[in-house]
């Protein structure tokens, strides 16, 4: 789901750049993109849910690891620093995500500073999520077997 959730962000950035951009200096001014809004709002829902997944497998490995393995107690320390990059990650995709999907949400032109790629940067973040996650729930089902 994280990897929907990029390459949404990922079209969400090339639909916005497709759109109408006139450069003065450090001003642009450009027409907000329908299908960017549409596909960056797409990446938000899809992150969300992603990321509801991720805490509901933690919740469960709460309540079901098997206790009194030393080696058990390392493996739980690098699935909750996983954890921990998951959730930086989340508030970091969304954040970015939102604020893309958000300047593209207006039907009229807008005039301010240089894009900052909000969407493409919340696009990668969703990736890394994805690797975060993934990695949380390679660790966690070791702890739990």
């Known amino acids: 789901m994280d990897v929907v959730a990029g390459i949404l962000g990922l079209q969400a ?24 809004f549409q596909m960056g709002f797409a990446a938000l829902i899809v992150l969300g849910i992603a990321h ?6 933690a919740v469960f490995s709460c ?6 393995l030393v080696m058990a107690y390392f493996i739980k320390q690098i699935s909750m620093v ?3 990059l998951a959730w930086i990650t989340f508030a970091i995709g969304m954040i970015l995500l939102h604020f893309g ?29 994805g690797a975060c996650s993934a990695l949380y729930y390679g660790f966690t089902a070791v702890t739990i077997i």
Do not use: P
């Open 63 to 68: 309540f079901c690891s098997r206790q009194g």
């Open 52 to 57: 509801a997944i991720v805490c509901l497998l």
């Open 101 to 129: 999907t958000k300047s593209n949400h207006h039907k009229k032109r807008s005039c301010g500073f240089s894009d900052h790629h909000f969407l493409y940067i919340g696009g990668i973040s969703c990736f890394v999520h």
């Open 82 to 84: 996983l954890l921990l």
């Open 13 to 36: 950035e090339i639909a916005q750049k497709k759109g109408h951009h006139v450069n003065l200096y450090l001003v642009e001014c450009k027409q907000q993109s329908q299908k960017a």
